[in-house]
């Protein structure tokens, strides 16, 4: 396992693999390799952790600064939908909620199948 890191871009995702610019993800080795090979990841350092949010969410520490068009952007990327809101506090909001969600989605089946699970990455 190698703990990897976004460095260009907002998202990336692949076949059974995304992630968040700034946030550090473990991947296989061989995963690993081919992200690498992509040039747009690097290998992430205990530093890196620092960038999460501190105060109990999951999305990216910059979030709150982005701009109505990358929020956007960022939320349909994602499959989120912020229609209805009215500012960019509630775009981050409701992004945030949603993150919350399929972060703990994520971990429940990580739980549920004992942490193991198949990336296919072409």
């Known amino acids: 396992m190698k703990k990897i890191c976004l460095k260009s871009g907002l998202s990336y995702a692949a076949k059974g693999f995304s992630c968040i610019k700034g946030i550090p993800v473990d991947v296989e080795d ?10 747009r990841f690097e290998i992430a350092d205990e530093g890196l952790e620092a960038s999460e949010p501190t105060d109990g969410g ?9 701009k109505k068009d990358e929020l ?3 939320a ?12 960019n ?34």
């Open 30 to 39: 061989d995963v690993a390799e081919k992200l690498m090979g992509t040039g």
């Open 58 to 66: 999951s999305a990216p520490a910059d979030i709150r600064s982005m």
């Open 72 to 74: 956007i952007a960022f």
């Open 76 to 87: 349909e990327a994602h499959g989120i939908d912020i229609e209805g809101c009215n500012n």
């Open 89 to 122: 506090g509630e775009r981050v909001s409701r992004i945030q909620d949603a993150l919350d969600v399929m972060g703990f989605a994520q971990a429940d089946y990580e739980e549920e199948s004992g942490g193991e699970h198949e990336e296919a990455l072409d």
